[in-house]
């Protein structure tokens, strides 16, 4: 186990694009389900995507389907979340996770994630 470092958070107008990473350097994360989850001020901390450990399967909330996606660089040990057309609602802290992979199954529950990132905050505002 090593240190779950999520980045790239930052202060964004409406309808513009980040771009998270997620980086570890004691698990080899392809091997692993990697989740980015968000909890917002006064809400309830929830799933955003995720992917899966070798077979790269994804998971979308709804929420963010067709504006986010999630990809592996292997090389680079990091998982990033492109974010597009980005609204004020998805202002929040963002949270990478590893957890277990399981067979034909993309983990996208909280408690299937184990260990967590220290958070990166996104601001959507004009």
Known sequence: QGQLVGSGGGLVQPGGSLRLSCADSGFTLEYHAIGWFRQAPGKEREEVSCLSGPDGGTHYADSVKGRFT????????????????????????????????????VPHLISDYDYWGQGTQVTVSS
């Open 70 to 105: 999630i990809s592996r660089d292997s090389a680079k040990n990091t998982v990033y979340l492109q974010m597009n057309s980005l609204e004020p609602e998805d202002t929040a802290v963002y949270y990478c996770a590893v957890g277990l992979p399981r067979l034909g199954v």
